[in-house]
């Protein structure tokens, strides 16, 4: 079992930056792939960003070039760095955690993106 806490949701004026942070505990999550979800009001919820347990990286289109995302196992932590914030990235945002059978979710922290 693997409990997932995330932090550094806040309100943010576009064209601001925000960290994300994922802290993870019951497991050690080196073993799996890490992900940033979102959802937005009325959507459904979209990968962000994944990061597989060799640090490799992807990305959904909409945040490329914008979007960092990172792990530090030896912390059981997995971050999203988010720059150049758009109104459209308005959404709770997940961290989650894959092992198959193995799928793990934290409860969310709000982004908002609006002047």
């Known amino acids: 079992q693997v409990q997932l806490v995330e932090s550094g949701g806040d309100l943010v004026q576009p064209g601001g930056s925000l960290r994300l942070s994922c802290a993870a505990s019951?497991?050690?999550?080196?073993?799996?792939?890490m992900g940033w979800y979102r959802q937005a009001p009325g959507k459904q919820r979209e990968l962000v960003a994944a990061?597989?347990?060799?640090?490799?990286?992807n990305y959904a289109d909409s945040v490329k070039g914008r979007f960092t995302i990172s792990r530090d196992n030896a912390k059981n932590t997995v971050s999203l760095q988010m720059n150049s914030l758009k109104p459209e990235d308005t959404a709770v945002y997940y961290c989650?955690?894959?092992?198959?059978?193995?799928?793990?979710w934290g409860q969310g922290t709000q982004v908002t993106v609006s002047s």
């Open positions: 019951g497991s050690i999550i080196s073993a799996y792939a």
């Open positions: 989650n955690a894959k092992s198959p059978p193995f799928n793990f």
């Open positions: 990061i597989t347990s060799g640090g490799r990286t």
